[in-house]
């Protein structure tokens, strides 16, 4: 007999694979007219690397630090170079050839694929569960706020799970491959939050099946698993070893390090972003974005909590009656239904939309808990339940605390919901093996009755009773309801209040009845299969497309045509205004900008134009976020002045002579006290803590005075604490963010305070005064500061980290040991073809204990 050949074996996937292309080109057709979505992170990350790409342009080598956003912070978290991390170009190489957007989709449902073939579904199931995951809707959400960087991990990451299947499943080389090349796509996604979690799930797939293997006596099969996927995990690690070792070195410095701060300090405005004992976020910080218990309903009836932060609603709702009732004009009250009514009301600050898994799934994945069997129906299980305990966040404070508090790292991470993301992914996967074990093993109606009924009362039950009952159930009501609709409604706040209640009511009413009917579709195509009526043929296609439907439809609600624009609009990401055209024209080296038409610590709009004492970035500097937390408000002057803010840019105010006179537009007005890019100073005042020197800082004239710690009286020498410096000079001659020239005529030994923010100084910034070595410190809390000797200097700073080169080989090494790896398998895959499916499933073991007796009871029936 013929053994199949390669391209027979793999054609069934490759049919598949493409049908999820078509499926996620379908959801995103307008990408075939050339539009794209606009991405708001994706624009706020462009705004914020400008700098570094157009100094690429000019220079071809793109600089390590930025001086665009928060005063200066290292460029490499923004817009590296890694010139060997040739796995991953490799690939990003192929999938830019894709259609945007849908190609980020796709690599969503192709990692998923991927498990589900390993875990033994065929290939129809295996999209039916791709097709959910990718679909899901908080993944949808998320792609249309423009966090890239998650979808492609939650795609890389499911990758990387069929690889640890595999190794541990005794398919030790092809797992560790697989392992070691999605792992390394995963850090190259670089969403080390997602990674995090599906590295929790992986020690709970490692620790039940290492209990049933070692329970079966094939301890050492586990061992070796264990040592492949090791392996594979050193060189996927290594391969982007330059990122890992700098990422480890920088989180320490930033928000998510600990502080020096031991005092109970009153942030002004009301957050505390960083933690005083043990280092990371603090959790009011991490656990602001929280699900709520009874808000998980929303996996089953998506507008259980009405739906998103803004819109959702039609002409025919409550709210836009009450608007036109009130002279609204009724284009206007349309616009505000359908895109600016506050329909969500749980306690989360701002949502864009529900975590909806589907109804239909959701069903099928509770039926797949009673026929799946072994060790990966527990997996899949504890795996969902664990994602959906981490998203509730301070609603399971008991549980996350303690995790937050003893498990490593895990405090470096805030807005927990996105667990809910690969809950997604088990919930799929547990769905799509139960049909595969009901038609692997045959069973019939009569065994699955009970499964069935009780999977019908778990998910219809549930949503018919919050059909007919969720007005009772719930408040329907957000605290901030009034206070928010008296903005616009004034005193008529509280009957638009009642308008939305009875809006929410209705959202909650209609969604539970469709998930009703959904449910009950899916359960239908499963009674037609076992009772025979249709084949596995037709019964694939029709599950599948209720799954898709189900989801799709929902999707479109947040995420549909009319979001998407032309490129040439993304591609302009912010307009000049008068005021930014008229800094522009400023060629003083290294000055900065202060942008108070919005929140300046919350946005790279600045950023994008000039260089910023602000910016949005959740990796910001933790000292420099602590100076404008408990310091700025308090000497607003002085911080602007010694941080060089030469211009602040203010809305326009209207003068009072002119009725209705119409806005100008942004203004730029110069601040006539700015200290420049250095200067010398007066006074030094040394100070033993940060808590101190934080106190100081509240007050300080830094035109005259400087306040530092005590650790650096090495570097300050023999500097009296009183100075004259008249006639003293210094003045910026070169200007590149990493590396820095001045000119400076001293009279006397004296101490320069540089408008600079001070990061990891004598070691990744380096200082030279006429070409040689000298130290410098920190002063100010942030900046940094040199003892100058008397006389005509040349001072010179140069960022230039050390991890940066070693990154660098550690890189190239890894890379070319992994496509070694990978190929090595991929020659012995060939030479040991075989002619069972690619990537085999684990053997179908025997039927489980309970639908065993089920069978048996049956038997006996007919036969007396």
Avoid at 677 to 706: H, Y
Avoid at 766 to 784: C, E, M, S, V, W
Wanted: some cysteine; proline content about 5%.
């Amino acid at each position: 007999m013929n053994q199949p050949t390669l391209f027979q074996r793999l054609r069934p996937h490759l049919i598949a694979v493409l049908g999820l292309l078509v499926l996620a080109v379908i959801y995103f057709s307008p990408v075939l007219s050339g539009k794209t979505l606009s991405m708001p992170d994706v624009q706020q990350a462009s705004a914020s690397a400008r700098e570094i790409r157009e100094i690429a342009k000019e220079t071809g080598i793109k600089p390590l630090w930025t001086d665009a956003l928060f005063s200066g912070m290292p460029g490499y978290m923004i817009d590296f170079h890694y010139p060997y991390i040739l796995v991953y170009k490799a690939v990003m190489a192929v999938v830019n050839i894709l259609p945007n957007t849908a190609s980020i989709l796709f690599v969503v449902m192709l990692g998923a694929y991927i498990l589900l073939v390993v875990l033994g579904c065929n290939p129809w199931l295996s999209v039916l569960g791709a097709a959910a995951y990718g679909l899901g809707t908080f993944g949808i959400v998320s792609l249309e706020a423009g966090h890239v960087s998650k979808l492609f991990a939650m795609g890389y990451g499911a990758g990387m799970l069929a690889g640890v299947v595999l190794a541990l499943r005794g398919r030790y080389w092809v797992g560790a491959a697989l392992m070691g090349f999605f792992l390394c796509m995963e850090l190259g996604a670089n969403h080390i939050q997602i990674t995090y979690y599906l590295f929790m799930t992986i020690g709970l797939y490692v620790l039940i099946e290492g209990i049933a293997l070692i329970r079966g006596g094939r301890g050492r099969q586990l061992g070796l698993g264990l040592a492949t996927i090791v392996l594979a995990g050193a060189l996927a690690a290594g391969s982007f070893g330059k990122r890992l070792l700098i990422l480890n070195q920088y989180t320490k410095e930033t928000i998510r390090g600990k502080s020096e701060l031991t005092a109970k300090t009153t942030n002004p405005d009301g957050k505390t972003p960083t933690s005083e004992s043990k280092g990371g976020l603090d959790k009011d910080y991490a656990f602001t974005y929280s699900y709520g218990k009874a808000e998980t309903l929303t996996l089953l009836v998506p507008n259980v909590y009405g739906g998103g932060s803004a819109g959702g609603l039609t002409t025919d709702s409550q709210f836009y009656k009450a608007m036109t009732s009130r002279g609204v004009d009724p284009a206007a009250a349309k616009q505000m239904a359908e895109l600016g009514a506050p329909t969500y009301w749980g306690d989360q600050p701002i949502l864009g939309g529900p975590a909806y898994a589907g109804a239909a799934l959701l069903f099928l994945f509770v039926l797949g808990m009673f026929v799946i069997r072994g060790p990966v129906r527990w997996w899949l299980l504890s795996a969902a339940v664990l994602m959906i305990m981490l998203a509730w966040g301070k609603n399971l404070l008991f549980f996350n605390e303690f995790l937050f508090d003893y498990l490593p790292y895990l405090n470096k991470f805030r807005a927990m919901t996105m667990a809910l993301c690969l809950a997604q992914l088990f919930l799929a996967a547990g769905a799509a093996l139960g049909i595969q074990t009901i038609v692997n093993e045959k069973l019939t109606l009569v065994q699955l009755k009970q499964p069935l009924l009780v999977s019908l009362g778990l998910t219809a039950g549930v949503a018919l009773v919050l059909a007919l009952m969720g007005g009772t159930l719930f408040s329907f009501e957000k605290p901030n309801d009034i206070d928010m609709l008296a903005r616009y409604f004034g005193e008529a706040a509280k009957d638009f209040q009642l308008a939305l209640i009875s809006d929410r009511q209705s959202m909650l009413r209609s969604d539970a009845f469709r998930s009703v009917i959904f449910i009950l579709l899916a359960a239908g195509a499963v009674w037609l299969f076992l009772t025979s009526k249709i084949k596995a043929a037709l019964f694939y296609p029709i599950l599948s497309a209720i799954v898709i439907f189900d989801l799709f439809a929902v999707d479109k609600r947040f995420l549909n045509n009319a979001d998407f624009v032309p490129k040439a609009q993304v591609a302009t990401i912010f307009e000049p205004t008068g005021a930014d055209q008229q800094i522009l024209q400023d060629k003083t080296l290294g000055f900065r900008v202060f942008d108070q038409t919005e929140s300046f610590m919350e946005s790279n709009r600045a950023s994008y134009f000039h260089r910023s004492i602000g910016g949005y970035n959740t990796t910001r500097l933790r000292r420099y976020n602590e100076l404008i937390t408990y310091a700025f408000q308090p000497n607003f002057l002085n911080i602007l002045n010694m941080l060089n803010a030469k211009y602040v840019i203010r809305p326009s105010e209207p003068d009072p002579a002119v009725p209705q006179q119409a806005s100008t537009g942004p203004v730029a007005l110069p601040n006539p006290e700015v200290l420049g890019a250095a200067w010398f100073v007066k006074t030094v005042q040394q100070v033993g803590s940060a808590d101190e020197e934080m106190a100081v800082m509240k007050s300080l004239n830094p035109r005259d005075s400087a306040v530092v710690d005590k650790r650096f009286a090495p570097e300050l020498g023999n500097l009296p604490a009183t100075m004259d410096h008249t006639g003293s000079t210094i003045a910026l001659t070169s200007y590149r963010p990493d590396k820095l020239i001045y000119q400076a005529n001293a009279v006397r030994d004296g101490l320069v305070v540089f408008s600079e923010v001070y990061y990891r100084g004598n070691e990744d910034w380096q200082a030279f005064i006429d070409g040689k070595p000298a130290p410098h410190l920190r002063a100010n809390y942030t900046l940094r500061a040199m003892h100058l000797p008397a006389g005509k200097h040349t001072i010179e700073f140069r960022f230039e980290p050390p991890l940066a080169k070693i990154g660098d080989m550690i890189d190239l090494i890894s890379n070319v040991l992994l496509i070694a790896l990978i190929g090595f398998v991929l020659f012995l895959e060939g030479r040991n073809r075989r002619t069972e499916p690619v990537l085999a499933p684990e053997p179908v073991l025997p039927s489980t204990p309970d639908l065993e007796r089920s069978s048996a009871k049956t038997t006996k029936a007919k036969t007396q």
